[in-house]
């Protein structure tokens, strides 16, 4: 599902609106005019406007518009549009309190690779600004951890619109951890047994001279964020069958 079907960030539109439209063939931004059913003369004027500002932050690759104009439990429509341009980012830390816990890595998984920054060596604000400047940001359960923990730690302001996938998750009724939704869903970290806690471990051991701990801590960081991206497409997937395909 992409932007283009979306009608609900025009005023006087709803998601029951949005389906009728949708369930008389109106389903693309193409395809709708005065005439549409169920759709008032303010609203069509409503949608007709939003219809016309959202093609040109479209063009003009302004993502910000629709990260403010779509609800929350809606970004993920932005997806298919820029999904050659997303940044899927993960942090490890030495405990739970950003202010006095430090980030000990950063994987950034963009196109085809991934990035890992280590805290000591090229974990910078300057290259964190940088992994992070992308159209859209993915993680899971970002919004109340990675991303606080990454702005107050490193003065780095995320702005890129940020899709948490643990409430698109929730949504599906897959709950707990990013480990445990990988499970349910079967998708693969090839044996990557370490957790949250074996992280930290990791990381005092490399502090103390094991070079070995880093790379394990390091696979795991980049584990986390690699899958995000899988799990991104599965969920889209789910939620377009779900919310669109019933009513197109």
């Known amino acids: 599902m992409r932007v ?3 009608f609900i960030p025009a005023p006087g539109v709803g998601e029951t609106t949005e ?5 008389h063939g109106v389903t693309h931004w193409d395809d709708f005019d005065a005439s549409a059913p169920g759709v008032g003369e303010a609203t069509a004027e409503n949608v007709h406007a939003f219809i016309d500002d959202a093609r040109a932050a479209l063009d003009a690759g302004d993502t910000h518009f629709f990260a403010e104009a779509f609800p929350n439990n809606a970004l993920w429509r ?3 549009n820029v999904a050659d341009d997303v940044a899927y980012f993960d942090i490890e830390t030495t405990g739970l309190d950003k202010r006095s816990s430090d980030v000990t890595t950063v994987s950034v998984h963009r196109g085809n690779s991934t990035k890992t920054l280590v805290r ?5 604000s300057e290259n964190l600004a940088e992994l992070l ?3 859209l940001v993915v993680s899971f359960n970002g919004k109340r951890f990675d991303q606080p923990f990454v702005e107050h730690n490193y003065d780095v302001e995320l702005d890129a619109p940020h899709l948490d996938l643990m409430y698109l998750c929730r949504r599906l009724d ?3 951890g990013l480990k ?3 499970q349910d869903l079967g998708i693969d970290r090839g044996g990557m047994d370490v957790d949250g806690r074996e992280a930290v471990r990791l990381w005092h051991r490399y502090e103390d001279g094991d070079e070995a701990a880093l790379d394990r801590l390091v696979e795991y960081n980049r584990y ?4 995000l991206q899988t799990l991104l497409d599965t969920v889209a997937d789910r939620l377009h069958e779900e919310v669109f395909e019933p009513h197109a």
Do not use: I, P
């Open 133 to 135: 400047d992308a159209s």
């Open 180 to 182: 445990q939704v990988e």
């Open 19 to 23: 389906r009728r439209l949708w369930e």
């Open 120 to 124: 000591g060596d090229d974990l910078t």
């Open 174 to 176: 897959l709950t707990g």
């Open 224 to 227: 986390d964020t690699q899958n």
């Open 4 to 6: 283009e079907n979306s």
């Open 78 to 80: 932005l997806y298919e």
